[in-house]
C-alpha cells in the first residue's frame, strides 16, 4: 500500500516569495493534516481536513497560510508571502477515523528554507 | 492545553534496554502514541495507549498510566538503527481530537 505522498521534498526560496505544498494522503483516509516541525520539536498541527471541511484550523496564520484540500483526496498548503521564520519541515499526515487509535500516518515531509 | 515533557537526549549501548519517560498534562486525554523519527524522515508508528497497562509489540513495549499523567517507551535489546528521535504525543478533546506532541527525545545507540 503507498503511503502518504508528498512534492517537493526541498525547496528553497528567498523571503516574500510565494511556495506551494503539495500532499497525497493513503488511498482511503478521510483524514488529512498538515503539520509544521521546527528542528528540535515535535510537529505542530497548522489545518485538520474532515474530507473536505477544514475542522481545526486555529493554528493556521491566516494571514500568509492558505490550504484547500478540493474533493477530499489531495491537499495544498501555500505560504505567501514567505518569511526567515517560516523555514521549517511541513509534513502532511493522513488517518482513517473511525472513533478508534485513528493511527496518523505521516509523509516525508518537505523541507523548506527561507534565505 | 497540554504540557509534554520528556527528556531531551539519552544515550544506550547496543543490546542494552533503555526507557523514555513521558509525562503529560492535559484536559480531555483520549490516548498516548509513541513515534519514531529518524534524521531527515518522517514519524513512523510504533504504539498507542489509551487504557492502563503495558502494551508489548517485539521489542518495543508502551506503558500508561492515566492517573499519573506517564507513559514510557521501553525498547530492549537495543540495535545500531534504533538512533533516532522518539515523539510522545498525545490526544485530547472528544469530537474532532487533536494529537499534540512532545519535542521528542533523540536516543544515541553506541556499539
Known amino acids: 500500500e503507498a503511503g502518504v505522498v508528498q512534492s517537493p521534498r526541498y525547496k528553497i526560496i528567498e523571503k516574500k516569495q510565494p511556495v506551494a505544498f503539495w500532499c497525497n494522503p493513503i488511498?482511503?483516509?478521510?483524514?488529512l493534516y498538515w503539520y509544521r516541525q521546527n528542528l528540535g520539536q515535535g510537529p505542530e498541527l497548522l489545518i485538520r481536513?474532515?474530507?473536505?471541511?477544514?475542522?481545526?484550523d486555529s493554528q493556521l496564520p491566516k494571514d500568509r497560510f492558505s490550504a484547500e484540500r478540493l474533493k477530499g483526496v489531495d491537499s495544498t498548503l501555500k505560504i505567501q508571502p514567505a518569511e526567515l521564520g517560516d523555514s521549517a519541515v511541513y509534513l502532511c499526515?493522513?488517518?482513517?477515523?473511525?472513533?478508534?487509535?485513528?493511527?496518523?500516518?505521516f509523509g516525508p515531509g518537505t523541507r523548506l528554507t527561507v534565505l | 492545553g497540554q504540557n509534554i515533557d520528556q527528556p531531551t537526549e539519552m544515550t544506550a549501548t547496543e543490546g542494552a534496554i533503555v526507557q523514555i519517560n513521558c509525562t503529560y498534562q492535559?484536559?480531555?486525554?483520549?490516548?498516548l502514541f509513541w513515534y519514531q523519527q529518524h534524521a531527515g524522515e518522517a514519524p513512523t508508528f510504533l504504539s498507542y495507549?489509551?487504557?492502563?497497562g503495558l502494551e508489548e509489540k517485539g521489542r518495543f513495549s508502551s506503558f500508561l498510566s492515566r492517573s499519573k499523567g506517564y507513559s514510557y517507551l521501553l525498547l530492549k535489546e537495543l540495535q545500531m538503527k534504533d538512533s533516532a528521535s522518539y515523539l510522545c504525543?498525545?490526544?485530547?478533546?472528544?469530537?474532532?481530537?487533536?494529537?499534540?506532541f512532545g519535542t521528542g527525545t533523540r536516543l544515541l545507540v553506541s556499539p
Open positions: 492535559t484536559s480531555g486525554f483520549n490516548g
Open positions: 499526515a493522513s488517518s482513517l477515523t473511525s472513533g478508534g487509535a485513528d493511527t496518523q500516518y
Open positions: 495507549n489509551v487504557l492502563d
Open positions: 488511498s482511503g483516509h478521510n483524514t
Open positions: 481536513y474532515e474530507n473536505e471541511e477544514a475542522v481545526d
Open positions: 504525543a498525545v490526544r485530547e478533546g472528544t469530537g474532532f481530537q487533536k494529537l499534540v
